[in-house]
C-alpha cells in the first residue's frame, strides 16, 4: 500500500499541483486520530520517509517504574527485555501491524486524496475566479432552466449559474449561445464550490467592453468618468481625454460609429450615450442630458439643479417614461428637474 500511496500523491503533484508534503501531512493527521479512536490512546506516531516512500504507525509507551495506563506506559523490565537501551522515561515505539488496522489505513488514505484533490480543486476555481473579479470573460451557455430563465454557463473554468436578473432584460439565452459576462463577485463559502456572482446587467460589463473595444481607454488616454446604466435598454457613458489632440467622444464612437456598434451588438441593441466628463457642473449636467439640447443650468442647492430647455426639447430631455433625466441625474449625481421656456 505505501509504494501505491506515494505512487498516487506524485501523480497528484504532477497533475493537479497538490503538494505531496500537504497530502502527508493530511494523511498523517487522519492516521492518528484514527488510531486513537480505534486504540483508545493518543500515543501514537506516523513515520514518514518519502525517499523510500515508507509509512508506518508507531504506538508510543513511556518507560515508568509503575505502569497504571498500559496502553501508554510501560514497565523499565519490560521495556529493558525488548532493548538494554532502555531507561527510565524513554518512549518505546512498535509498529501497528494489525490487519484490521491496515484496512483502516488504506481507507483513511483513499478518503484524504479524495478530500485533498477536492480542495486543491475547489482553490484553484477560487483562484481563478478571483484574477477574474471585475473582469469580463466568455462563457458558453450548457444548461438552461425554461420555468426561470436561469442558465448555466461554461466559463472555462467552472461551470456558474447566470441568473435571469442578471440577464439582459429581453435577452433569451439558449444553450450553445456565447456570451460576455462580468465577474463581479466570489465568495468562498460555498459548500459545493465557490459562490461565483457573473452578470450581463453590471456597469461593469459596460466598463470593460469600452476598454476592450477602444485602444484609448485601454491605454489610459481617454478615461472613464462615469457610467450610468438601465441594462437592455440605455447607457450613458462619461468620458475625458488626457490628450488635447484626441477627442474622447470621437475615439469612443469611432469612424461611422463601428467601434460603439460592436459593444451595441454584444449587448443585443441597448443604446450607449457618450458625452464629455466636465469639472464644470453647469457643462456636465448639459451634456449629460443629450442628446436634448439645454438652454441654461440653475443649481437650486447643493446637489439639486433645475434645467431650462425649449419646448421642443422637453421631452426629449426628460426621455421616455423619464428615462433620460433619471440616468443623467444618475450619471453626474444630481437631482435634476427639467423645465420649459419661462413665459
Given at each position: 500500500m505505501n509504494a501505491e500511496l506515494f505512487e498516487a500523491l506524485?501523480?497528484?503533484?504532477?497533475?493537479?499541483?497538490?503538494?505531496?508534503?500537504?497530502?502527508?501531512?493530511?494523511i498523517e493527521a487522519a492516521l492518528v486520530s484514527a488510531y486513537k479512536k480505534e486504540e483508545g490512546s493518543s500515543s501514537v506516531r506516523v513515520a514518514i520517509n518519502k525517499e523510500k516512500k515508507?509509512?508506518?504507525?508507531?504506538?508510543?509507551?513511556?518507560?515508568?517504574?509503575?505502569?497504571?495506563?498500559?496502553?501508554?506506559?510501560?514497565s523499565l523490565e519490560d521495556a529493558k527485555a525488548i532493548s538494554r537501551r532502555y531507561t527510565l522515561?524513554?518512549?518505546?515505539?512498535?509498529?501497528?501491524?494489525?490487519?484490521?488496522?491496515?484496512?483502516?489505513?488504506?481507507?483513511?488514505?483513499?478518503?484524504?486524496?479524495?478530500?485533498?484533490?477536492?480542495?486543491a480543486e475547489k482553490s484553484n476555481?477560487?483562484?481563478?475566479?478571483?484574477?477574474?473579479?471585475?473582469?469580463v470573460i466568455a462563457a458558453l451557455v450548457v444548461k438552461r432552466d425554461d420555468k426561470t430563465g436561469d442558465v448555466v454557463v461554461d466559463t472555462g473554468?467552472?461551470?456558474?449559474?447566470?441568473?435571469?436578473?442578471?440577464?439582459?432584460?429581453?435577452?433569451?439565452?439558449?444553450?450553445?449561445?456565447?456570451?460576455?459576462?462580468?465577474v463581479s463577485e466570489v465568495r468562498r463559502e460555498g459548500e459545493s464550490g465557490p459562490i461565483v456572482t457573473?452578470?450581463?446587467?453590471?456597469?461593469?460589463?459596460?466598463?470593460?467592453?469600452?476598454?476592450?473595444?477602444i485602444p484609448e481607454i485601454e491605454d489610459g488616454i481617454v478615461l472613464v468618468k462615469g457610467i450610468a446604466r438601465e441594462a437592455g435598454s440605455r447607457t450613458k457613458v462619461a468620458v475625458l481625454s488626457r490628450d488635447e489632440d484626441v477627442d474622447a467622444?470621437?475615439?469612443?464612437?469611432?469612424?461611422?460609429?463601428?467601434?460603439?456598434?460592436?459593444?451595441?451588438?454584444?449587448l443585443h441593441g441597448e443604446k450607449i450615450?457618450?458625452?464629455?466628463?466636465?469639472e464644470n457642473a453647469e457643462q456636465y449636467i448639459a451634456a449629460a442630458l443629450s442628446p436634448a439640447k439645454v438652454k441654461y443650468v440653475e443649481f437650486d442647492g447643493e446637489r439639486s439643479a433645475k434645467v431650462i430647455v425649449d419646448a421642443d426639447q422637453l421631452s426629449l430631455a426628460i426621455g421616455k417614461e423619464g428615462q433620460n433625466v433619471r440616468l443623467a441625474a444618475k450619471l453626474t449625481g444630481y437631482k435634476i428637474d427639467i423645465k420649459g421656456p419661462r413665459a
Open positions: 506524485d501523480l497528484l503533484q504532477k497533475t493537479k499541483g497538490i503538494p505531496v508534503d500537504y497530502m502527508l501531512e493530511k515508507d509509512l508506518k504507525v508507531l504506538s508510543q509507551r513511556r518507560v515508568v517504574e509503575e505502569v497504571t495506563d498500559p496502553k501508554s506506559e510501560i522515561d524513554s518512549v518505546v515505539e512498535k509498529e501497528v501491524k494489525t490487519k484490521n488496522f491496515g484496512r483502516i489505513s488504506a481507507q483513511i488514505a483513499k478518503q484524504v486524496i479524495v478530500q485533498g484533490i477536492r480542495e476555481i477560487i483562484r481563478d475566479y478571483e484574477r477574474k473579479r471585475e473582469e473554468t467552472s461551470n456558474a449559474l447566470l441568473s435571469k436578473a442578471e440577464q439582459i432584460p429581453g435577452e433569451d439565452l439558449y444553450v450553445g449561445d456565447r456570451v460576455k459576462v462580468f457573473i452578470s450581463r446587467t453590471h456597469p461593469g460589463l459596460m466598463k470593460r467592453l469600452l476598454e476592450t473595444q467622444v470621437g475615439a469612443c464612437i469611432g469612424n461611422r460609429g463601428m467601434r460603439i456598434a460592436e459593444i451595441v451588438e454584444e450615450d457618450v458625452i464629455e466628463y466636465s
